[in-house]
């Protein structure tokens, strides 16, 4: 009887932990795919958003030079360069020289270009901005009514009612209000070189200018022709498929 009861419970602890073992390995079946298929959507998200900005920068190459340039690396540098300038000098729009690669080259650039690159390229946040503004408590006549309303202008909103020889009003008093106003602001971002690279292969984009008059763009995934594979975990395979491509602005995925 000894015997059997040791039996029994030297099996039963064996089957509990042949239970345990199994259901870490349940677990882990369910679990570790669904990381390993987060992260491979997180590549393609962010190579893809990586292939639009290299569009993004030949566009407003284009707006600038009048065509498009294979020399990707080039290309990011002339645009961000001419968006310096223009915050530098505000008299830098219309026709301009650029030193680029060494040549003088003759650019167009359209008025609020600096604001157009921050709008394209940087990341918008919402903020608050807090002002000091003058207001004037002033009266003027209700042609309604025929009464004198009580009115406040602010400074820099209403200055042409004041200003406006025709008005009739009279200004009694001024103060000055704190104003607080919602705004979108923008973060600074440069077009740096970590985007002409893949973030999963490491390797560069395929961007290049085709057609008869070099009016065709094609950026291309490095894994255009092939599929990425690596082991996890022993069990696991991450594997990943070409980001796509985009041709003159029409993106290959949806």
């Known amino acids: 009887m000894q015997e059997e009861q040791y039996y029994n419970e030297k099996w039963s602890f064996a089957?509990?932990?042949i239970a345990v073992i199994l259901i870490v390995v349940l677990l882990l079946v369910i679990f570790i795919p669904s990381q390993i298929?987060?992260?491979?959507?997180?590549?393609?998200?962010?190579?893809?958003?990586k292939m639009k900005q290299l569009w993004d920068a030949q566009r407003m190459y284009k707006k600038l030079t009048g065509h498009y340039n294979a020399d990707m690396k080039g290309v990011l540098w002339f645009v961000s360069a001419v968006r310096d300038s223009t915050l530098a000098d505000s008299e830098y729009v219309g026709q301009q020289y650029i030193n680029y690669k060494g040549e003088r080259v003759k650019i167009d650039v359209p008025g609020y270009y600096f604001s157009e690159y921050d709008t394209t390229f940087s990341v918008s946040y919402p903020a608050k901005d807090t002002t000091l503004s003058e207001v004037y408590k002033a009266i003027e006549l209700n042609l309604?009514?025929?009464?004198?309303?009580?009115?406040?202008?602010?400074?820099?909103?209403?200055?042409y009612k004041y200003t406006d020889s025709?008005?009739?009003?009279?200004?009694?008093?001024?103060?000055?209000?704190?104003i607080i106003e919602n705004v979108t602001k923008y973060r600074n971002f440069n077009l740096v070189d970590s985007l002409l690279f893949c973030p999963l292969?490491?390797?560069?984009?395929?961007?290049?200018?085709?057609?008869?008059?070099?009016?065709?763009?094609?950026?291309?995934?490095p894994l255009e022709d092939s599929v990425y594979k690596e082991r996890k975990y022993f069990f696991f395979t991450f594997k990943d498929t070409s980001h796509g491509s985009i041709i003159n602005g029409e993106v290959s995925w949806k």
């Open 15 to 17: 089957v509990k932990w």
């Open 37 to 49: 298929w987060k992260v491979e959507e997180n590549m393609e998200s962010r190579s893809r958003w």
């Open 144 to 159: 309604e009514t025929n009464e004198w309303d009580t009115v406040f202008l602010a400074e820099d909103k209403d200055r």
């Open 166 to 178: 025709l008005w009739e009003g009279e200004i009694l008093d001024t103060t000055v209000d704190t």
């Open 201 to 221: 292969t490491k390797e560069k984009y395929d961007v290049t200018v085709k057609g008869e008059n070099k009016d065709t763009v094609i950026i291309e995934s």
